[in-house]
């Protein structure tokens, strides 16, 4: 079963840093477009930074300069690193996924379960 599993979520001062890492796994043979998206109650889930296969790099205008999205395609994973937090930034953030597997041998998309960055004024 193919899955993408978050983790580094968590709380934070205003100011602050944290680094979000998303793992695929499953029978897994490629990976396109790598990215993260954000939502927060009431509002639709946003973009906010993606990594393509071919290395291309697209930030939302809100994180440009403060966030950074790096990946490990070794190791099938995604990372935001996250410096300069402001509340505003509080929310779920989901990593997104295409992915070519095994199974199908087709690209489909795929979601995480999200983890939740909160940061303190």
């Known amino acids: 079963q193919v899955r993408l599993v978050e983790s580094g979520g968590g709380s934070v001062q205003a100011g602050g840093s944290l680094r979000l890492s998303c793992a695929a796994s499953?029978?897994?043979?490629?990976?396109?477009?790598m990215a993260w998206y954000r939502q927060t109650p009431g509002k639709q889930r946003e973009l906010v930074a993606e990594s393509t296969s071919g290395g291309r790099t697209i930030y939302a205008d809100s994180v440009t300069g403060r966030f950074t999205i790096s990946r490990d395609n070794a190791k099938n994973t995604v990372y935001l690193q996250m410096n300069s937090l402001k509340p505003e930034d509080t929310a779920i953030y989901y990593c997104n996924a295409d992915l070519l597997t095994g199974a199908t041998m087709t690209f489909n998309n795929y979601w995480g379960q999200g983890t939740q960055v909160t940061v303190s004024s």
């Open positions: 499953g029978s897994i043979v490629g990976i396109r477009t």
